[in-house]
């Protein structure tokens, strides 16, 4: 298939040469200049010079950091307005729900297929092409995208026909995953205080009642207390945590973990750990814990 | 192996049975007159008259349900005053750290050995003699009662010397489960409130990012919304939570996750869950989401 | 003088109308239909027929609802752009500071004056012309609106020269003005299930430790449960924490006090309370007392 | 009369001071030997030796610092036993409800008056007789001990016959006193990080919304950052949002303002900041925004 790819930042870019590798035609664009990663990719990835270039294809990807960017790109830059009828638009990041639901209805209005396929996984797994992708949208349109999914994927969860509720599932699992590091911060550092090595308290959680990847892997850079280099930014971590609140407030859930985490992630930030992996909650909970 | 037992609850009477069952001799203590689930066990469990006759063993393990019943039977009934040098007091409920550290400086005092060894596991593990324990104490002690630890346990953590660790550890990692159960209320209430099929978004979470029993069985009952019979009654995880809110204090660490657990589980025993399972928690959060 | 008016909501009409009496020519528009208060008010306030009527005057005052509007009628509909240089313009309605600073930029660009004057005060305090009014802008500016504030408050804090702080000063003000609510449904909530006359409890804090306005009226109000009609409706107190949480956003402030408001706010739309008082949050607070 | 007069702390001191200076003969008793300010003070004043030499009296006061130290002076020493039918005992200190039902329970065993009759003020207010006294008990007894409240205090609030609800309002009261610390430390850290001059914005709150001298002392303390001498230490500060805790727990109601001020003053303690004035939680709250 002929596929469109925007957005080729530290998610997109692997993404983007799965795909090629899988055997695809990719034409990809990005809004600065591509950095390494898609350059010494398979032939059949060709750098575009205007978005509009992506929109002649089976699938048009899109991997845009936030609704900012989808809004400049794809509603001022003309991308969606380009779009052949029978071109179905695969949104792969982490957007919000209210954004998710403005493009369910501009696609409706053109009569084209969209699906919202945002996906689970850190920088590793995309390299690794192992992300959990979880789809939503007209049955036929999602299973046309499959091989796209399949490229990048281990796994591809199909969530209904509504795109707006694939954005839901990622944004609310998202939020539990965040709220696995608050959580884990603050056990952590209440072993820390007693005097016992945290690493241990981390291998015994996780072979007992908690056996799950996010406690180990969070749970040992908490006790590291090192979050260079970051598996997932935590300034990213605090839009994803806004993405939460703000389909709190429109379905009018209270999210007090959200909440929590939010007032966590901002006084991070004020403390310089922006650029650190968002697990890097945990020196706030260690600071106001007097470690 | 000659042991006594007080605390025929019901995580007591199967542990107790378990042990009689593994061939040791087992005389066995309730405060009320034990229920069923005694009677009907194997010729080498015996009910004692008064706690008193529980002492002259090889081990005691106690599984009282809190720091005020550990007062009551081991220090007025005169329990501790009774054992002999040699026994070794093996405690397996969930207690207080300052509890467990003054156990530590009264069989100091008699010069005899003391293990704390919290269990994790709720009832269906407790029936299964799959209980995860965490032990600390003394290595020659802690090894002396790995009989009975491997009689109810699946694995046995040792979290070194001091066993008042084995207590921070046990209510350091139930304030994690309880804060699973929140975070799941929340995500699973936002779910619920888009429309989409609440089931459904538990099995992709356990499915992809968090794949842990936890996450399965409390996602299963709160997207339910049936919360009977309880695995473990809300008044409890109370108890436990302030367990961590009172190791907090005592190590200077604020833990606001603790603190919002507290506050919902008062909610929920305000409005009638007190004895339904902890998980009813997601109530409190569908009630603030006016579902 | 010559006063333009934009925005005839709550607030605006009966504002608009003192500036009037005062003996002020003033030309008034507004998005919907204007209500009562504007058409029986004295002969020199004039409705105009298109907000760009209102810009040829020696102070245009708007009083909008919210950013969105701010941004519809200032910017779209081209107010600002039709603003003679002399005029300066007096925003009074409490908006973001991003939108306060934007307009900084601006007014900065066309070389006129521009000063932020947002007002404390509930309906009731409005009708009196007893608001308090918050200025800041260029000194001489401030001084030439100092007709319009008398008008319409009892007194005029001038808190320097860049507008947005006086936006900050008023979103400050009112996160103290929603604590003070949240506090008392607690506090409340308590008295009431320990079985003692909420009013009375009021009462003695009043006239001891809390002798403010704020304190007598809303606790009032939580005591008799009574939260129609609505002096400051729930909804755009949710819009007005929300300003804080983006002001604590912007200046990287966690506000936790701002965050518990937020949940307890989303819990009152939920519960159907939006169109109450935002003192309703006691009804939430009493909820999840089991009251 | 003759007034029993037990804890000499830096409330205690003034107090019985005030009382034999108003004329009335004082015996007083303190754990440790009384400090300065007794000694010196009428002659009409004088030390027991003995706890119980306070108890031949005809209202004992007991101004002791916590529970702990009423259970181990009144109780374990024997004071209750030994007081004369007649005496009425007058508790002013801050304690729990619990506690203060428990002395219901045993005042009524013996048939004698019981008055809660805890205090707000800070420590110049007591230097100052200016006391706010909240009072109840049997309208008798309250009456009889009337002198003694005049002796201390500027006004006497009675709510009621039943003591635990005079402990229970001070206890309310101090949760919205500490509720004011944080919210201004909040908005307080927000100004300071706009660059705003924080005095300023409390002259301006405390002149308008907000005009309780709560806001203007704690408000002035927070704006300059210096939380020495302590009017109130936070470490009793602690022990107060505690007893919130307790009677939220007791009477079934989530008080997450008092749980926010438990985290916070754990973290304050944490940060070394016991042994100041309560509201150095503005510099936990600092800390948190990177100040």
Redesign the interface.
């Known amino acids: 298939m002929k596929i469109g790819f925007i957005g080729l930042g530290a998610m997109g870019r692997p993404m983007a040469n799965h795909i090629a590798r899988a055997g695809h035609e990719v034409i990809a664009w990005n809004r600065t200049r591509a950095g390494d990663g898609v350059d010494d990719c398979a032939a059949n990835l060709r750098l575009a010079e205007t978005p509009a270039e992506c929109a002649e294809v089976d699938i048009l990807v899109t991997m845009l950091a936030d609704d900012r960017a989808i809004e400049e790109v794809l509603l001022h830059k003309g991308v969606l307005a380009a779009l052949a009828p029978a071109t179905v638009h695969v949104e792969m990041a982490t957007i919000s729900?209210a954004m998710t639901k403005r493009l369910e209805g501009l696609h409706a209005r053109r009569q084209g297929m969209f699906v919202a396929a945002p996906v689970?996984g850190r920088v590793e797994a995309v390299v690794a092409a192992k992300l959990?992708v979880?789809a939503a949208g007209d049955s036929r349109a999602v299973q046309y995208a499959a091989p796209v999914f399949d490229a990048v994927g281990q796994?591809t969860?199909v969530?209904?026909s509504?795109p707006?509720?694939a954005s839901?599932?990622k944004i609310?699992?998202n939020?539990?995953?965040a709220?696995?590091i608050?959580?884990?911060a603050?056990?952590i550092?209440?072993?820390r205080?007693?005097?016992?090595d945290p690493y241990?308290?981390v291998?015994?959680?996780t072979?007992?009642?908690?056996?799950?990847?996010?406690?180990s892997v969070y749970g040992t850079r908490i006790a590291a207390r090192d979050y260079t280099p970051a598996s997932f930014k935590l300034q990213l971590g605090l839009k994803d945590i806004n993405l939460?609140?703000a389909?709190?407030?429109e379905?009018?859930?209270?999210?007090?973990?959200?909440?929590?985490l939010?007032?966590?992630l901002?006084?991070a930030?004020?403390?310089?750990h922006g650029g650190k992996d968002w697990s890097a909650i945990g020196e706030?909970v260690a600071?106001?814990?007097?470690l």
């Open positions: 729900v689970f959990f979880v796994k969860f969530v209904g509504k707006h509720l839901l599932v609310a699992g939020l539990l995953v709220a696995v608050e959580n884990l603050e056990a550092a209440l072993i205080k007693a005097g016992m241990h308290f291998e015994v959680i072979a007992s009642v908690l056996p799950a990847p996010a406690y939460a609140l389909a709190g407030e379905f009018e859930v209270p999210l007090p973990t959200a909440s929590l939010h007032d966590h901002i006084a930030l004020a403390q310089g706030v600071a106001n814990a007097g």
